[in-house]
């Protein structure tokens, strides 16, 4: 009999639980979690969580944790770990032992210099539960927001704002919108849909400072432009959390350093989710701080944990909902080959897709999420499509899937 100690109680822990038992895993399973709620939805925060104020949907039904006989061990957080001794500390006088270790701790909101000095508590980042709670307390019709970053985070937070009935000031750096994940053709689109919502955007705006004086946030920016509003949030990105892992002697890079099992460089020791860099099918790794991977991650550290390794290299997968569209996307938008555009049968922009060499590499879907369902298909099986067929929006995707599959096995 074995014991699996899991930290973190995040879809990436809860997952990696639930898989080990479902791969025939008889031995302990303990999982910590800091974070005092039940393991529940993050990407509920920036949506409906902060907008109805309501609980955010857990990840697992109640009593979860007795039906795949799990130690659920909330509120506590580990602070270190001693490989040598195979042991979690929890403090002074209590330490846990392992036989394996998964680190499923996620990352946290990375902070802007320019709020440093500005005082705890006025300036708003967006990771926990508590930090949605915060926030909407500070929300209410009418009241004028500053939210400081355009990336995915930032979008969404500027949608849920805008329709709870407050002005939104959206600041970003960049000459665009959402230029890391979308790329430039859907930053754009994201742009003049957030600014029909009523969003006031800037873009090429680098914050320096950010004040607080008789209640005003007082942003400053480098060109000398001053935005003064009620409530200031930062949505800059996230860190991966890899305190324990480089403390304990793990390679760490912008996340733990782990193979395609999810194994780091101590045989022991595996890293999922946010946490871990994973390598990717395209080449490199990377922390991809997306739900989708960060189960399949778990999924995947699960099987290798009872021997029955299946290596997974990971093609980015998420979705995000802006501006009132549901937007679902794979693959990483930018690189060789060229954007196709396909049309909904109405006209309007509908996905776009990254062909290189006959072969969709990324594809990003507004509002089709049953066209995304075979375009995911047909980027995991690297199927040659026809591109003439794939940008005709008149030909469902179903029926392109299917001409790609015949194609394929008379190859
Ligand atoms: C506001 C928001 C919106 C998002 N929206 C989307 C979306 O629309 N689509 C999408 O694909 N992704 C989205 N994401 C990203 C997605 O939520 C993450 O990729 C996913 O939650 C990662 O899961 P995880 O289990 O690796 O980490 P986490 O969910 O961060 O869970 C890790 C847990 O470990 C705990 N922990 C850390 N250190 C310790 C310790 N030492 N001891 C005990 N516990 C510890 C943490 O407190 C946390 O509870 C969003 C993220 C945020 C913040």
């Known amino acids: 009999m074995q014991t699996v100690a899991i930290v973190g109680a995040g879809i990436a822990g809860v997952t990696a639980c639930r898989s080990l038992r479902e791969s025939g895993f008889?031995?302990?399973?303990?999982?910590?979690?800091?974070?005092?709620?039940?393991p529940y939805d993050r990407p509920s925060l920036s949506k409906s969580t902060l907008k109805t104020g309501g609980p955010p949907p857990p990840l697992a039904k109640p009593g979860w944790e007795q039906e795949f006989d799990v130690e659920m061990r909330l509120g506590e957080r580990v602070i270190s770990v001693d490989f040598h001794a195979r042991s979690l500390v929890l403090d002074r006088q209590r330490s846990v032992t392992f036989d394996k270790l998964v680190l499923a701790v996620g990352a946290r909101a990375r902070s802007l210099a320019a709020a440093r000095s500005a005082p705890p508590g006025t300036v708003h980042v967006l990771r926990t539960l508590a930090d949605s709670a915060a926030l909407r307390e500070e929300l209410g019709a009418g009241r004028r927001v500053i939210i400081i970053g355009?990336?995915?985070?930032?979008?969404?937070?500027?949608?849920?704002?805008?329709?709870m009935g407050c002005e939104v000031v959206l600041l970003e750096s960049s000459d665009e919108l959402l230029l890391r994940v979308l790329g430039r053709k859907m930053?754009?689109?994201?742009?003049?849909?957030?600014?029909?919502?009523?969003?006031?955007?800037h873009l090429g705006v680098s914050v320096t400072s950010i004040s607080t004086d008789a209640g005003v946030r007082d942003v400053r920016c480098s060109s000398g432009r001053r935005f003064t509003g009620d409530v200031a949030i930062v949505c800059v990105g996230a860190e991966p959390s890899v305190e324990l892992a480089r403390d304990?002697?793990?390679?760490?890079?912008?996340?733990?350093?782990?193979?395609?099992?999810?194994?780091?460089?101590?045989?022991?020791?595996?890293?999922?989710?946010?946490?871990?860099?994973?390598?990717?099918?395209?080449?490199?790794?990377?922390?991809?701080?997306?739900y989708l991977n960060s189960q399949s991650q778990a999924i995947c550290a699960a099987s290798?944990?009872?021997?029955?390794?299946?290596?997974?290299?990971?093609?980015?997968?998420?979705?995000?909902?802006?501006?009132?569209?549901?937007?679902?996307?794979?693959?990483?938008?930018?690189?060789?080959g060229a954007i196709v555009e396909r049309k909904s049968p109405e006209g309007d922009a509908s996905m776009y897709l990254r062909l290189h060499n006959g072969v969709i590499q990324a594809a990003i879907s507004i509002d089709r999420a049953k066209d995304f369902a075979f375009v995911t298909k047909l980027i995991e099986r690297?199927?040659?499509?026809?591109?003439?067929?794939?940008?005709?929006?008149?030909?469902?995707?179903?029926?392109?899937?299917?001409?790609?599959?015949?194609?394929?096995?008379?190859c």
């Open 150 to 163: 355009g990336g995915l985070i930032g979008c969404e937070l500027a949608t849920t704002v805008r329709t």
């Open 187 to 201: 930053g754009a689109w994201c742009r003049d849909r957030l600014t029909g919502l009523g969003v006031e955007i």
């Open 304 to 336: 290798s944990i009872v021997g029955q390794a299946k290596p997974a290299p990971q093609i980015p997968i998420s979705w995000t909902e802006i501006a009132g569209s549901h937007i679902q996307m794979m693959g990483d938008v930018e690189g060789p």
């Open 248 to 290: 304990a002697g793990l390679a760490c890079n912008r996340g733990v350093l782990v193979d395609a099992c999810g194994r780091t460089d101590n045989p022991a020791v595996f890293a999922i989710g946010d946490a871990a860099s994973w390598p990717l099918r395209d080449g490199g790794q990377r922390s991809l701080e997306t």
């Open 26 to 38: 008889s031995g302990s399973i303990i999982l910590f979690g800091d974070e005092a709620q039940e």
């Open 382 to 410: 690297e199927f040659e499509v026809d591109s003439n067929m794939l940008a005709d929006g008149t030909t469902g995707m179903r029926d392109v899937f299917k001409a790609a599959s015949r194609a394929d096995v008379k």
